[in-house]
């Protein structure tokens, strides 16, 4: 494969990796001449570097095949879930062609049956935009619940590859992929390091959240490393072969969310880590020791610079920033050198870091009091051990409201609640008791804001 990309050298030869799941096996060869297939594709359709492919395909051969081309040849890869409706990203990105399955359009092509291009020649679209040094475009909602499109740059991707790979244990590895590779956790410390290092990456067809499924998964293929958001590892947890599965694998990431208490408690008897990140850091900023937790933690730097401003927010600056933003159909490139804000409230200790909350979740009461939500949810879980989950919030905009659920199930007294605000206790309106099943919360195990439960 020739190519022109600053990711090209880490993808020049078929490496070991086989990709295999219960749909077939595809060897470390196969792969890479898929992905040369591919590239020779992309080219006789007048498709070359800085232009945008739409990747709409689920984890699997041909999203592997599409994106060691696309990286090699610096096309600017967007991938999105394969149920997402791809003709109005077209034009939105400005892309070129979009690759998916069941779809019926002239500039939407479907992989081959083993994950090769199509047979037919590609009808690309006409572009005016360049993405030259853009490796992905992800879409993301950040902390913000705004979702808009992230351009990670190629030496942004490459630097987070150079400084968690030594620390992710991956070589021989056989690694289960069961986060979602259109997402920024799942492509860039999930797919990639195991392409690069493993022996053998396991996909799962259908349902990724099922833990039973996982579990089977894991010892039909006898998987070593399991990356995942905190929600399926405790789904895992709830089963009586999940706990030793989780003990036994001997590397992976925990990260998207924070982490509970409970769950922290059980993390502590494996060898998986923390990591934290977001898209905007392409997306590594933190990792944790093998085994190392404790509630809401998030590691440490690993190839970057944090600092916390004045108002709580963690910052970094490094390599891993990205490249920018994509918006009405333009890359907005920012400054590589800046401090990039996370949004995320965290406070430090011996260089560890440890979650507060998001700056998102600040409130301003209707006669101006400023509610910092975050630190006070953290005060009244370090007052009540017997909370799990708990949100201050304001449905009046006059008031403050206190939703949370316990251990037991029990309510806690509201006078208890009042005086654990201090001075806001004026302003407390209602407390709830809150079922934990009553909770909506989001793919990766957040409560979602949005949608909270009624207080009374």
């Known amino acids: 494969m020739t190519g022109n990309s600053a990711l090209q050298e880490l993808f020049d030869s078929c490496g070991t990796a086989e990709l295999v799941s219960h749909a077939g096996r595809l060897s470390a060869t196969q792969l890479h001449h898929g992905a040369n297939d591919w590239s020779r594709a992309l080219r006789r359709s ?90 992905f475009l992800l879409r993301s909602s950040g902390t913000s619940g705004d979702a808009r499109w992230i351009a990670l740059s190629e030496t942004g991707v490459l630097a987070v590859l150079e400084s968690h790979l030594p620390m992710l244990a991956l070589d021989g590895a056989r690694a289960l992929c069961v986060l979602p590779w259109s997402h920024s956790f799942g492509l860039v410390l999930g797919l990639l390091p195991a392409m690069l290092r493993a022996r053998r990456i396991v996909t799962l067809t259908g349902n990724a959240r099922d833990a039973e499924a996982i579990v089977a998964m894991s010892r039909e293929f006898e998987v070593t490393h399991l990356s995942m958001v905190p929600l399926l590892a405790t789904r895992l947890a709830a089963l009586p072969a999940g706990v030793p599965l989780l003990q036994t694998l001997t590397g992976g990431l925990v990260g998207g969310a ?3 208490a409970r769950l922290a408690e059980l993390l502590r008897t494996t060898r998986l880590r923390v990591g ?33 401003e004045s108002d709580g ?124 099943d009553a909770w909506v919360r989001t793919p990766k195990g957040e409560i979602d804001r949005r949608r909270l439960p009624a207080a009374h």
Not at 97 to 126: Q, Y
Not at 282 to 308: H, K, Q, T, W
């Open 258 to 260: 924070p982490i509970d």
């Open 46 to 135: 007048g498709i070359t570097r800085g232009d945008r492919v739409i990747c709409a395909l689920p984890n699997g051969a041909a999203f592997a095949q599409l994106l060691v081309a696309a990286l090699a040849d610096g096309v600017t890869l967007a991938p999105v879930p394969p149920t997402e409706d791809v003709a109005p990203l077209l034009d939105a990105l400005d892309a070129r062609i979009a690759i998916a399955v069941g779809t019926e359009h002239p500039h939407v092509a479907a992989p081959s049956r083993t994950g090769g291009p199509p047979g037919s020649p590609m009808v690309p679209r006409k572009s005016s935009e360049r993405t030259d040094t853009i490796a």
């Open 313 to 436: 927010v963690l910052a970094f600056h490094g390599p891993n920033v990205c490249g920018g933003y994509w918006n009405d159909r333009t890359l907005h490139s920012l400054d590589a050198d800046r401090w990039q804000r996370t949004d995320d409230l965290v406070s430090m200790d011996d260089g560890a870091y440890t979650f507060r909350g998001r700056a998102t979740s600040t409130f301003k009461l209707s006669n101006g009091r400023v509610v910092l939500a975050p630190q006070l949810e953290a005060r009244l879980q370090q007052q009540f051990p017997r909370i799990t989950d708990v949100i201050v919030t304001t449905e009046t905009g006059r008031a403050i409201d206190v939703l949370y659920s316990t251990h037991d199930s029990l309510p806690l007294a509201a006078d208890d609640i009042r005086r654990s605000l201090g001075g806001l206790g004026a302003y407390l309106r209602a407390t709830t008791c809150v079922s934990v």
């Open 276 to 308: 934290y990140g977001q898209t905007e850091a392409s997306p590594g900023i933190m990792l944790g020791n093998p085994g190392e937790f404790r509630e809401a933690f998030l590691g440490r730097p690993v190839g970057c610079d944090v600092r916390i």
